[in-house]
């Protein structure tokens, strides 16, 4: 807040880089404060560990690529060319989110068991089921998240969105 106004207009210019440069910066510091967490869980979980709780990771990670696709730049495309109909797509896209959730969870539940099924497999021992449904459900969350992420950016004010995911991996590897 020092550097700009948020009632008054800022410049193309200005307005580009506070809106390029404060995510950029604050993105990188993210990712520093996640290296130096995989540092330190790689330690303490060993090569086992780590790799169940890189399984967990991955398998969630499937889920939230199906369980987003494309709604955040939907959201922020159509939002931009009209912004009062903000309120509509916010909740349309929450909703949808929702459903297309549940749905992607089916898959997974569904190669959870179909692995652990299988004579000659390695089944998931019940920390990593446990470890991957409770990242689906946050990602569910995180999800929700991204509407309101979009409205920010549709407001040319990327700064608080990424302010608040600094936060977030402070408080993720805390």
């Not at 909740?91 to 959870?112: K, M, S, Y």
């Amino acid at each position: 807040r020092t550097f700009y106004t948020p009632s008054g207009e800022l410049s193309k210019t200005h307005s580009i880089a506070k809106n390029s440069l404060a995510p950029m910066g604050l993105s990188l510091f993210n990712k520093f404060i996640d290296f130096v967490f995989a540092m330190f869980y790689l330690r303490l979980l060993g090569p086992a560990g780590a790799g169940s709780f890189q399984t967990a990771i991955v398998t969630a990670g499937v889920f939230d690529i199906l369980a987003n696709y494309g709604l955040d730049i939907l959201f922020i495309r159509d939002v931009s060319h009209d912004r009062s109909k903000a309120s509509n797509y916010l909740l349309n896209t929450t909703v949808l989110r929702i459903g297309i959730a549940f749905f992607a969870a089916l898959p997974i539940f569904a190669l959870i068991i179909f692995t652990n099924s299988l004579p000659d497999s390695n089944p998931l021992t019940p920390a990593e089921i446990t470890a991957t449904v409770l990242i689906m459900v946050g990602m569910v969350f995180s999800g929700m998240s991204k509407g309101v992420t979009g409205l920010f950016y549709v407001h040319e004010e990327a700064e608080t969105p990424a302010a608040m995911t600094t936060g977030t991996t402070i408080m993720k590897v805390g």
